[in-house]
T-cell receptor
């Protein structure tokens, strides 16, 4: 079946613009994660959903970042008033369920955001 | 949270064996993952260790010592396509069982 998809794959925004990044997880996957990956770094956790509930948003760097998953499937990460330091690849991942007895995350190809 | 350390870059020769180390500090260890990430692509799952010892999967093996806070990924019979970043990620019982990733080790395989 289809893997995790993300759109757009590339986004160039002028500083101060708002952007919305979309993630379509694997069908039936309960858990959904957003990560931010800077060049040469590992993915940094942003936020986590279980179905439509946002259970952890401790990684969101500021109140300009907002994520939602209203129907428990597709998720959108919104960044308001983008700044140059927001330039990064934004990765979405899904898994059947997060917990002690499940583990593998399936990642999407990412959205490369460049703020000019 | 977790403190994860792995080398930034390694080089190796096609056909050889390479070992990529990962050390971590965590208060409630609940599993360690290795992912492979080719440039410009998504990370893909390689292995998961939660108990001490060696897990072998084809050309790739992963080892864990919980008492030492140490893991390694062993790649045998290296191929050019193994050139990629290798990410170590540790899961903690605290919080939401969400893995924390290290910065990754960039492996360059040359002929």
């Amino acid at each position: 079946g289809a893997g995790v998809s993300q759109s757009p794959r590339y986004k160039v925004a002028k500083r101060g613009q708002d952007v919305a990044l979309r993630c379509d997880p694997i069908s039936g996957h309960v858990s959904l994660f957003w990560y931010q990956q800077a060049l040469g770094q590992g993915p940094e956790f942003l936020t986590y959903f279980q179905n439509e509930a946002q259970l952890d948003k401790s990684g969101l760097p500021s109140d300009r970042f907002f994520a939602e998953r209203p129907e428990g499937s597709v998720s959108t990460l919104k960044i308001q008033r983008t700044q140059q330091e927001d330039s990064a690849v934004y990765l979405c991942a899904s898994s059947l369920l997060v917990g002690q007895n499940s583990y593998e995350q399936y990642f999407g190809p990412g959205t490369r955001l460049t703020v000019t | 949270g977790q403190n994860i350390d792995q080398p930034t870059e390694m080089t190796a020769t096609e056909g050889a064996i390479v070992q990529i180390n990962c050390t971590y500090q965590t208060s409630g260890f609940n599993g360690l993952f290795w992912y492979q990430q080719h440039a410009g692509e998504a990370p893909t799952f390689l292995s998961y260790n939660v108990l001490d010892g060696l897990e072998e999967k084809g050309r790739f093996s992963s080892f864990l010592s919980r008492s030492k806070g140490y893991s390694y990924l062993l790649l045998k019979e290296l191929q050019m396509k193994d050139s990629a970043s290798y990410l170590c990620a540790v899961r903690d019982r605290g919080g939401s069982y969400i893995p924390t990733f290290g910065r990754g080790t960039s492996l360059i395989v040359h002929p």
